[in-house]
């Protein structure tokens, strides 16, 4: 309820405030505003003063120039106003106001005596739990949304230490796969020196190397698949590492042929020796020509001695035992020295030498396919140089010892 002043009338009238209440009465927080008020500084009896009683309405105010005035009010002037009957400026009354008639100003609460009353402010909790409620919602989004954001600045220095770490690791790993890129590239070289050796023992000196099977049998290339298990391949070129897969396959072939090697050498050893214990150009007798009665219409028929008479005895015999070409065992002629064939028939000795540059002997071939097989290896060590002739053409292809030194020096730049 608030005073109001209503000119002309001269009497206040009220005008009610009215708050309609949203929630029951029992639930609505109550505000004191008095002890606001004394905590801002006002009067503890201002606001809790009823008003005094209203007296009769004071008579009109004089219009300018007609006698009359306006009874002081008891209560003082405010700090620094002019007090009545003091000496007061031109223009202005005696309570420090203009020159304004006093019938067009409205009357404060000190000169009417009305001092206004305390108000009760309605607050819906309703609303204060929505907003309560809403706040709490946007911490917490808040909240999420800095998680958020310290999780990822979290992951990814997490991530990049993890990354950091890894590399460093791949590193070491290049490095440690040099090292025995560099033993396998020694034992390759000692492979093809051995290698190059038994086949100029084989072919220039006649001599078969009997310590070659077993210095072979010894040497392996250590570097198979084994080497990169575990192992952090991110840093090393990607040329290198496919040049390291391509590397391990060819050592595991070249393993398997020096393996069959081995087993040749161990194989061949005895007819080897024997065929090179005879002087060279010298093969032993080992052939017939059987001559009979069907010679004329069949031909002659090829049989093998029995027993090979060799190169070194200096008669021959008058008799030669060999096998039935026809089949059915053994048979024995007797060596045709005239012009007629006997009736039984007879047999004819061949020359060794025709019969070896015709027909090459069997350990002939052996020793040829021994050392076929010791000069491949020795060209996938060493390598293959480019080659034109005839309708082919060859590229050259680097070898197996170049290609370890390629590696490790590859693998030691990795940083």
């Given at each position: 309820?608030?005073?109001?002043?209503?000119?002309?009338?001269?009497?206040?009238?009220?005008?009610?405030?009215?708050?309609?209440?949203?929630?029951?009465?029992?639930?609505?927080?109550?505000?004191?505003?008095?002890?606001?008020?004394?905590?801002?500084?006002?009067?503890?009896?201002?606001?809790?003063?009823?008003?005094?009683?209203?007296?009769?309405?004071?008579?009109?105010?004089?219009?300018?120039?007609?006698?009359?005035?306006?009874p002081s009010p008891s209560v003082p002037p405010p700090v620094?106003?002019p007090r009545p009957g003091g000496p007061q400026m031109p223009?202005?009354?005696?309570?420090?106001?203009?020159?304004?008639?006093?019938?067009?100003?409205?009357?404060?609460?000190?000169?009417?005596?009305?001092?206004?009353?305390?108000?009760?402010?309605?607050?819906?909790?309703?609303?204060?739990?929505?907003?309560?409620?809403?706040?709490?919602?946007?911490?917490?989004?808040?909240?999420?949304?800095?998680?958020?954001?310290?999780?990822?600045?979290?992951?990814?220095?997490?991530?990049?230490?993890?990354?950091?770490?890894?590399?460093?690791?791949?590193?070491?790993?290049?490095?440690?796969?040099?090292?025995?890129?560099?033993?396998?590239?020694?034992?390759?070289?000692?492979?093809?020196?051995?290698?190059?050796?038994?086949?100029?023992?084989?072919?220039?000196?006649?001599?078969?190397?009997?310590?070659?099977?077993?210095?072979?049998?010894?040497?392996?290339?250590?570097?198979?698949?084994?080497?990169?298990?575990?192992?952090?391949?991110?840093?090393?070129?990607?040329?290198?590492?496919?040049?390291?897969?391509?590397?391990?396959?060819?050592?595991?072939?070249?393993?398997?042929?020096?393996?069959?090697?081995?087993?040749?050498?161990?194989?061949?050893?005895?007819?080897?020796?024997?065929?090179?214990?005879?002087?060279?150009?010298?093969?032993?007798?080992?052939?017939?020509?059987?001559?009979?009665?069907?010679?004329?219409?069949?031909?002659?028929?090829?049989?093998?001695?029995?027993?090979?008479?060799?190169?070194?005895?200096?008669?021959?015999?008058?008799?030669?035992?060999?096998?039935?070409?026809?089949?059915?065992?053994?048979?024995?002629?007797?060596?045709?020295?005239?012009?007629?064939?006997?009736?039984?028939?007879?047999?004819?000795?061949?020359?060794?030498?025709?019969?070896?540059?015709?027909?090459?002997?069997?350990?002939?071939?052996?020793?040829?396919?021994?050392?076929?097989?010791?000069?491949?290896?020795?060209?996938?060590?060493?390598?293959?140089?480019?080659?034109?002739?005839?309708?082919?053409?060859?590229?050259?292809?680097?070898?197996?010892?170049?290609?370890?030194?390629?590696?490790?020096?590859?693998l030691h730049k990795v940083n």
């Amino acid at each position: 309820m608030e005073g109001l002043f209503c000119p002309g009338h001269g009497i206040a009238r009220e005008r009610k405030v009215r708050i309609t209440p949203q929630m029951p009465e029992d639930r609505k927080p109550k505000i004191d505003l008095k002890s606001r008020l004394q905590k801002m500084g006002a009067p503890a009896g201002t606001a809790s003063a009823p008003p005094p009683p209203m007296s009769a309405p004071p008579p009109p105010f004089a219009a300018p120039g007609v006698s009359g005035s306006i009874p002081s009010p008891s209560v003082p002037p405010p700090v620094g106003m002019p007090r009545p009957g003091g000496p007061q400026m031109p223009g202005y009354s005696a309570d420090g106001r203009g020159s304004v008639p006093p019938q067009y100003r409205a009357p404060s609460s000190l000169s009417t005596g009305l001092l206004p009353q305390t108000q009760r402010i309605e607050v819906d909790e309703d609303a204060v739990r929505r907003a309560r409620g809403g706040a709490r919602k946007q911490g917490f989004i808040i909240g999420l949304v800095i998680a958020a954001f310290a999780g990822v600045v979290c992951w990814t220095g997490g991530k990049a230490a993890t990354l950091g770490e890894a590399r460093t690791r791949g590193v070491q790993d290049a490095h440690d796969i040099a090292v025995p890129l560099v033993k396998a590239k020694e034992s390759l070289e000692a492979m093809r020196v051995k290698l190059e050796e038994g086949a100029k023992s084989l072919i220039a000196d006649r001599k078969y190397p009997t310590t070659l099977s077993q210095e072979l049998a010894g040497m392996t290339v250590d570097f198979g698949g084994d080497v990169l298990f575990g192992r952090r391949l991110g840093p090393v070129p990607a040329e290198t590492t496919r040049q390291l897969f391509d590397f391990i396959t060819r050592v595991q072939a070249l393993n398997s042929k020096k393996d069959l090697v081995v087993s040749l050498l161990a194989k061949l050893q005895k007819p080897i020796s024997e065929e090179f214990s005879r002087p060279p150009g010298q093969f032993p007798l080992n052939y017939v020509v059987v001559v009979d009665k069907e010679t004329p219409s069949m031909g002659a028929m090829l049989a093998s001695l029995v027993t090979p008479i060799p190169p070194e005895s200096k008669t021959i015999p008058n008799d030669f035992k060999f096998l039935n070409p026809n089949g059915g065992g053994n048979v024995q002629l007797p060596r045709l020295t005239s012009e007629k064939v006997p009736k039984d028939g007879a047999a004819i000795p061949i020359v060794p030498r025709t019969f070896e540059a015709v027909c090459p002997s069997k350990t002939k071939g052996q020793v040829a396919q021994l050392v076929s097989s010791m000069s491949s290896i020795v060209d996938d060590i060493a390598g293959q140089k480019a080659a034109e002739g005839g309708d082919y053409v060859t590229e050259s292809k680097a070898g197996l010892a170049e290609l370890a030194g390629k590696l490790a020096e590859s693998l030691h730049k990795v940083n």
